[in-house]
């Protein structure tokens, strides 16, 4: 009998959270840059909101979940980065001009997703985390800023250069297609 | 607005994030300014992009096994019992109760050693060895600061030879604690830190787990638990130098 009471709350928490799976696999996917690593953030994540599902006031489950998912994928992020030396973050540094979309030509509208996968996995973390929140999954800037601990402000300035770099990314790619 | 203020609103604009008055503004610049107008474009190109190429991933099947499963592992009976067995619970308890004040603290340190030892293995199994990483016991400290309700003390060990690697939170016998992550040589230490339930100091006193040293101390009100696959005799010297 208590076993049965056991899955009846692994199932509750499974009905809430398993929905946003394919979100927080791709999040995970886009932020540590290989299946693997994303498999274990997720993994991870998924326990760890079930040990804190009771402090889960049940607004909104997806960014909830999703913010935990950022947090054990900047874990594993973290420690690859020490082992690489790789460069810390900076926003002006990663987008040293203007802020807007002034620059390249057109965009192929055909674009394959292994180029556009591949040209997101281009940009900065930070980047990519709300090109992933903001383009895939549709989030408001008040929930990215929730899920990326970020003011609303630093959400508009940060998608608007990631925005930029995406788009210079993806021009330079196909510099001849100008349909 | 001017066409500088403009310009950084048509992203929002283009993301549905504006109120009516401002959007209106917007678009009336759009209509007269040819270059808010392709910077507008060229969002909606991108997004357009983005929409079609449906970049997103799906998590793979065997991930979904995994976490269910893993979740069913998870579920400890001590957690979901119900109130319906709550009687039979209580009566049980008072039984156990005699019992333990027979036992003295022994049994319950059993059991915290067990959980300590689950949580010092699932850490290294996991990807979350730490959620802030730092050699520096002043970022560490303050990073716990409205995570817990208490105030750890955090030790910088790496001119004794126990660098420090960083903390993080954890979950020990149903309490959110906190896990600081020493390194000698290679071998991991995690040191939880948990209040105590009584303000007597007790003087360090090993265990061993599976193969795990654990090294449990008392001070301050805090209870201190030290775990690692480090020999005995340096786990030790770790707790010496942390508690001298």
């Known amino acids: 009998m208590i076993r049965f009471r056991e899955t009846s709350q692994v199932r509750d928490f499974e009905r809430i959270i398993l929905p946003h799976l394919d979100a927080a696999y791709s999040l995970a996917r886009f932020l540590v840059r290989n299946e693997q690593d994303a498999q274990d953030a997720v993994q991870e994540a998924c326990l760890r909101a079930f040990r804190f599902y009771e402090s889960f006031r049940g607004e909104n489950s997806r960014a909830w979940f999703l913010k935990i998912v950022r947090n054990t994928s900047f874990t594993v992020l973290q420690r690859a980065r020490k082992n690489e030396d790789e460069v810390v973050f900076d926003e002006e540094l990663h987008s040293p001009e203007s802020a807007q979309l002034d620059v390249g030509g057109q965009l192929d509208r055909d674009l394959d997703r292994q180029t556009v996968r591949a040209a997101i996995e281009e940009l900065p973390a930070e980047f990519r985390e709300v090109i992933t929140l903001r383009e895939l999954e549709d989030c408001s800037y008040k929930e990215i800023a929730d899920i990326a601990n970020i003011p609303v402000g630093t959400v508009m300035s940060r998608l608007a250069r990631a925005r930029r770099q995406l788009y210079l990314i993806l021009s330079k790619n196909f510099p001849d297609a100008t349909k | ?244």
Request: hydrophobic share 45%.
């Open chain 2, 1 to 244: 607005m001017n066409h500088q203020e403009i310009q950084e609103r048509i992203h929002p604009y283009v993301d549905g994030e504006l109120d009516v008055a401002n959007a209106r503004e917007v678009e009336l610049h759009l209509s007269a300014c040819e270059e808010c107008r392709a910077l507008e474009q060229r969002i909606r190109a991108l997004s357009s992009v983005l929409t079609a190429s449906a970049p997103a991933y799906h998590a793979p099947a065997a991930l979904r096994k995994n976490v269910r499963a893993a979740l069913r592992k998870e579920a400890k009976p001590a957690r979901q019992i119900g109130w319906w067995v709550f009687a039979a619970g209580a009566a049980c308890a008072l039984l156990l109760l005699v019992f333990a004040l027979s036992q003295t603290t022994r049994a319950p340190r059993e059991a915290i050693a067990d959980d300590v030892v689950a949580n010092h293995v699932r850490s290294l199994l996991a990807t979350h060895l730490v959620d802030v990483a730092s050699s520096n016991q002043h970022t560490v400290k303050p990073w716990f600061d409205g995570k817990v309700d208490f105030a750890p003390e955090v030790r910088d060990l790496a001119a004794d030879g126990f660098p420090l690697v960083g903390g993080r939170l954890d979950y020990l016998q149903g309490k959110t604690v906190v896990a600081l992550v020493y390194e000698r040589n290679k071998h991991p230490i995690n040191l939880f830190i948990v209040p105590a339930s009584t303000n007597r100091a007790a003087a360090p006193s090993a265990l061993t787990r599976r193969g795990y040293h654990l090294i449990h101390w008392t001070r301050g009100e805090m209870d201190y638990w030290a775990v690692s696959d480090l020999n005995a005799e340096e786990l030790h010297q770790f707790a010496a130098h942390f508690a001298p």
